[in-house]
């Protein structure tokens, strides 16, 4: 471990804290309007309160690696979430067609507002990303 700081940044934290708001918010949703997730969860072969577990079990595991991974400071993972993050952005004009009616959509109104806020926030880290990354390399401070 020579040579790598320790401790945490704030393009560290600021993706931790992204992640921590994602997860936060998929559990709000699942507990007060869990319809939004249930026809992708239907699909799933049993019970449908077994699919909500195992679905919140699956995004824990997998926020749990990219917080390891980004306390880490895991360089292929900064790239990927680089890329995911910045092209977030994509989402937004999909947001805006859904919402003024000229795309269809299955989804509650407020639902697609929130995916195209979290876009948004995403492209912001992803460009805060990029200052840190500049300044100082991957996982950088912005």
Do not use: D, K
């Not at 993972?77 to 299955?106: N, Q």
């Amino acid at each position: 471990m020579s040579g790598q700081r320790t401790g945490i940044n704030r393009t560290q934290w600021l993706v931790l804290a992204f992640f921590l708001a994602v997860w936060v918010t998929v559990i709000i949703i699942l507990a007060v309007s869990p319809q939004v997730y249930r026809s992708g969860l239907a699909r799933v072969p049993g019970s449908l309160r077994v699919a909500e577990i195992v679905f919140v079990v699956a995004l824990s595991g997998l926020i749990c690696v990219i917080s390891a991974g980004v306390v880490r400071r895991w360089r292929w993972l900064f790239w990927v979430i680089l890329a995911v993050f910045l092209l977030g952005v994509l989402r937004v004009p999909v947001t805006v067609l859904e919402l003024s009616g000229h795309m269809a959509t299955s989804s509650p109104a407020w639902y697609i507002a929130v995916q195209g806020v979290a876009s948004v926030a995403q492209f912001a880290i992803a460009l805060l990303m990029l200052v840190g990354y500049r300044r100082s390399g991957v996982w950088g401070a912005f």
